[in-house]
Nanobody
């Protein structure tokens, strides 16, 4: 099974930056796509950024495009979310997720398309 361990959350002021990390362990070869989701109190869980290992294709949600970037390390067992120009609206629990997808298909962006999940890391942005 794939295990995901998230870190890097915290409290920052608006305009600040944070980098979230997600380290994958276990039988990681069964997953070839990783992504970040977030959920704020009273709101639906939404996809933030996703990356496909074979080829490095990425998808960034419109709500964070231009401010957030997703990347993987050289071993392809960790994924990072660089968050810049943070806004109070970015306050949420951020989750790392992984799944296997047919390489011929588009990168998945919905939470029901992912099979493995971390525990989440809280990001709080104050004004």
């Amino acid at each position: 099974l794939v295990q995901l361990l998230e870190s890097g959350g915290g409290s920052v002021q608006a305009g600040g930056s944070l980098t979230l990390s997600c380290v994958a362990s276990g039988y990681t070869d069964i997953a070839n796509c990783m992504g970040w989701f977030r959920q704020a109190p009273g709101k639906e869980r939404e996809g933030v950024a996703h990356i496909f290992a074979d080829g490095g294709s990425t998808f960034i949600a419109d709500s964070v495009k231009g401010r957030f970037t997703i990347s993987q390390d050289n071993a392809r067992d960790a994924v990072y979310l660089q968050m810049n120009s943070l806004k109070p609206e970015d306050t949420a629990m951020y989750y790392c997720a992984a799944t296997y997808v047919d390489p011929r298909k588009s990168i998945p962006t919905r939470d029901d398309e992912y099979d493995y999940w971390g525990q989440g890391t809280q990001v709080t942005v104050s004004s």
